[in-house]
T-cell receptor, first 114, second 115 residues
Framework: DTEVTQTPKHLVMGMTNKKSLKCEQHMGHRAMYWYKQKAKKPPELMFVYSYEKLSINESVPSRFSPECPNSSLLNLHLHALQPEDSALYLC?????????????FGAGTRLSVL | SQQGEEDPQALSIQEGENATMNCSYK?????LQWYRQNSGRGLVHLIL?????REKHSGRLRVTLDTSKKSSSLLITASRAADTASYFC???????????????FGKGTLLTVNP
């Protein structure tokens, strides 16, 4: 199973809402990632978790709050977002401690902030 | 600054033709990877080439790496309409003993294969 599952596929929220994005993988990967991707742009790394601990935060605004409750799950909690936060949010996972950092991506959540 | 820069930004070809995309980068790397992304979907890993390799093949894909020029190329032979997608190079620059989490993606090439 090389699948990373993201829910929901689409999300529309107002600037005062609180919502969460979810990501799940069962490949035994101990590194998980959140990326943000705007149209016609490459993915931009937001957060990295390694062994359920936050390893990298790419100076992401605090209105984005990641959580890794266990080795298979990754959440991204959203609060008081801005319209410019509208984007495709991608989750990925990979093995840890290997020379080759091959990442497996989910299909993404298309987020629209009104 | 952008580690990976693809060239061209967009490429349109006919089915059956070959497609070549290039990627340049700025710093020394451990490896370079190519990913494909269909419109609005997640990225799919295609192929990885290590810094000590010069060429690698996988099916209809051929990747070359020139570390002296800090560049790589992806060749897709006998293209199909289903190859229509964006293609990104990604560089891994992790150094000795560090955990290799961070991939830096290039801007991407949008390939359109016309039937």
């Amino acid at each position: 199973d090389t699948e990373v599952t993201q829910t929901p596929k689409h999300l529309v929220m107002g600037m005062t809402n609180k919502k969460s994005l979810k990501c799940e993988q069962h490949m035994g990967h101990r590194a998980m990632y959140w990326y943000k991707q705007k149209a016609k742009k490459p993915p931009e790394l937001m957060f990295v978790y390694s062994y359920e601990k936050l390893s990298i935060n790419e100076s992401v605004p605090s209105r984005f709050s990641p959580e890794c409750p266990n080795s298979s799950l990754l959440n991204l909690h959203l609060h008081a977002l801005q319209p410019e936060d509208s984007a495709l949010y991608l989750c990925a996972s990979s093995q840890v401690g290997y020379i080759q950092n091959i990442q497996y991506f989910g299909a993404g959540t298309r987020l629209s902030v009104l | 600054s952008q580690q990976g820069e693809e060239d061209p930004q967009a490429l349109s070809i006919q089915e059956g033709e070959n497609a070549t995309m290039n990627c340049s980068y700025k710093t020394s790397i451990n490896n370079l990877q190519w990913y494909r992304q269909n419109s609005g979907r997640g990225l799919v890993h295609l192929i990885l080439i290590r810094s000590n390799e010069r060429e690698k093949h996988s099916g209809r894909l051929r990747v070359t790496l020139d570390t002296s020029k800090k560049s790589s190329s992806l060749l897709i032979t006998a293209s199909r309409a289903a190859d229509t997608a964006s293609y990104f190079c990604a560089t891994d620059i992790t150094r000795g003993g560090g955990s290799n989490y961070k991939l830096t993606f290039g801007k991407g090439t949008l390939l359109t294969v016309n039937p």
